[in-house]
């Protein structure tokens, strides 16, 4: 029986960790959503401005480290891989496929080829789970809204390689053999995950290129006040601004069920505030927008204030 498709929206990791787990035989009736877990990965908390590529994350921690964060959170461990050359990571792929499916990525988008919009979105980083590897492709559910879809070899290695994706550190990596080693119930998933949220929240690299927080938040506004670079309004209301509205509801969910009102209520009017931001951005209305980022910006004040107690 092939592995059951969960996708259709941008929670490419999250819905690759739940289909993995379902792959090492996690019964679903008891497995946290995709949103739950998108906040056991923590990147729905804190935010990122890249100076000089002049682009914005409503992010605070990477997916490779928030992967690694969830599952170990929910008690299960798995099997990491990484680096080597084309061959062996091929090897490694054919070896863990046959232990059942396998969660691979971070992936340049622009490489997987049965999505028609590839050759527009190259450099950003995806995930997928694997289901077979044949001598010349590989079959893959594509949460993005692609189950069971094709990809020739070549094409998966060079996606694989993800040399334009600044996270990696190694090419080729890979989770497989999902297991589970401890009982943990939600409500300790939630008390395990609260100091992560709170190092997210903190976060600022503090430059020269890369900068976290209320910083970051600070610098779109004044971008937006400034000088808006298409590419970036793109990036935002293509994107990055939908999927943050989304991590925020469910963020809000996560913590008013782990009896954090305060926090939960400050997420969720900035869900609302980042949703009425989308309008205005489409129509290039970059003030109101900026407006709106400022309000989300004293409510962020108020959550940091709020989680120094976790």
């Known amino acids: 029986m092939i592995l059951p498709y969960i996708g259709s929206g941008d929670y490419c990791y999250a819905n690759c960790l739940y289909m993995s787990l379902l792959g090492g035989g996690a019964n679903p009736d008891h497995l946290p959503s995709p949103g739950f877990l998108e906040c056991l990965t923590t990147t729905p908390f804190g935010y990122l401005y890249l100076k000089a590529a002049k682009r914005f994350f409503f992010g605070g921690v990477d997916p490779h480290q ?32 046959q232990q059942g499916p396998v969660l691979i990525g971070p992936l ?9 919009s590839a050759p527009f979105i190259g450099g950003a980083d995806h995930f997928v789970v694997v289901l077979a590897v044949e001598p010349d492709h590989v079959l893959v559910h594509d ?49 395990r995950t609260l100091p992560f949220i709170r190092l997210n929240l903190q976060r600022d690299p503090g430059g020269p290129e890369v900068y976290g927080g209320m910083r970051a938040l600070g610098m779109l506004v004044q971008t937006l006040r400034t000088e808006m670079p298409e590419h970036l309004a793109s990036q935002l209301f293509y994107f990055a601004l939908p999927l943050a509205i989304l991590r925020k509801l469910d963020a809000q969910a996560f913590l008013a069920e782990g009896n954090r009102p305060e926090a939960a209520r ?26 709106l980022i400022e309000q989300v910006a004293t409510l962020e004040e108020h959550l940091l204030a709020v989680c120094q107690s976790w």
């Open 143 to 191: 949460p993005k809204g692609f189950p069971c879809a094709t990809l020739p070899l070549e094409n998966l290695l060079k996606a694989w390689r993800a040399e334009r994706i600044a996270y990696v550190e190694e090419p080729y990596i890979l989770r497989a053999d999902f297991r589970p080693v401890e009982t943990v119930s939600r409500q300790e998933m939630i008390r």
């Open 266 to 291: 400050l997420l969720e009017q900035q869900a609302r505030l980042l949703g009425q931001a989308q309008y205005p951005g489409v129509q290039h209305e970059w003030s109101a927008v900026a407006t």
């Open 108 to 116: 340049d988008i622009g490489y997987l080829t049965y999505n028609p």
């Open 66 to 97: 928030g992967l690694t964060r969830a599952i170990e959170t929910l008690g299960w461990t798995c099997r990491l891989e990484q680096g080597g050359d084309e061959h062996s990571a091929l090897e490694r792929l054919r070896a863990a496929i």
